[in-house]
C-alpha cells in the first residue's frame, strides 16, 4: 500500500502578525474608513522613508482642497489621514508625480 500523506496545516492564530508581514514587503497602503454618516477618511500607510510625509501631506491637503492629519502609531508607524474618499486622487499622485511603482501600491476598501 501506499502510505498517505497527510496536508501540512496552517494555524493563522499561531503568531506572526499580518501587519508586519506587510511592512517587511514595502507596500503602501490607501485604506477608507467609515466614519458617521456619509462622512469617510482616507488613510496613507507605509510611504517609503526617502519621502518627507509632512511635505506630502501637505500637498495632498493643497490639491484635493480637504483637511488632514499626521498619526504617528506604535504598531503601523506614520499614517496621513485625508478627509473624504481620496483614494483615486493619491494612487494618482504617487503614481505621477512621486515615480512610485504600481504595483508597490495596495488600494483596500469597499
Same mark, same amino acid.
Given at each position: 500500500?501506499?502510505?498517505?500523506?497527510?496536508?501540512?496545516?496552517? @494555524?493563522?492564530?499561531?503568531? =506572526?502578525?499580518?501587519? /508586519?508581514?506587510? #511592512?517587511?514587503?514595502?507596500? +503602501?497602503?490607501?485604506?477608507?474608513? !467609515?466614519?458617521?454618516?456619509?462622512?469617510?477618511?482616507?488613510?496613507?500607510?507605509?510611504?517609503?522613508?526617502?519621502?518627507?510625509?509632512?511635505?506630502?501631506?501637505?500637498?495632498?491637503?493643497? @490639491?484635493?482642497?480637504?483637511? =488632514?492629519?499626521?498619526? /504617528?502609531?506604535? #504598531?503601523?508607524?506614520?499614517? +496621513?489621514?485625508?478627509?473624504?474618499? !481620496?483614494?483615486?486622487?493619491?494612487?494618482?499622485?504617487?503614481?505621477?508625480?512621486?515615480?512610485?511603482?504600481?504595483?508597490?501600491?495596495?488600494?483596500?476598501?469597499?
Amino acid at each position: 500500500m501506499s502510505e498517505i500523506q497527510n496536508f501540512q496545516t496552517f @494555524d493563522p492564530f499561531a503568531g =506572526g502578525d499580518p501587519i /508586519d508581514a506587510t #511592512e517587511k514587503e514595502g507596500y +503602501i497602503h490607501i485604506r477608507i474608513q !467609515q466614519r458617521n454618516g456619509r462622512k469617510t477618511l482616507t488613510t496613507v500607510q507605509g510611504l517609503p522613508a526617502q519621502y518627507d510625509q509632512k511635505r506630502m501631506l501637505k500637498i495632498f491637503k493643497k @490639491d484635493f482642497a480637504c483637511n =488632514g492629519t499626521l498619526v /504617528d502609531d506604535e #504598531e503601523l508607524g506614520s499614517v +496621513i489621514q485625508l478627509q473624504g474618499d !481620496q483614494r483615486a486622487k493619491i494612487l494618482g499622485i504617487l503614481t505621477t508625480e512621486a515615480g512610485i511603482d504600481r504595483k508597490q501600491i495596495k488600494v483596500h476598501g469597499f
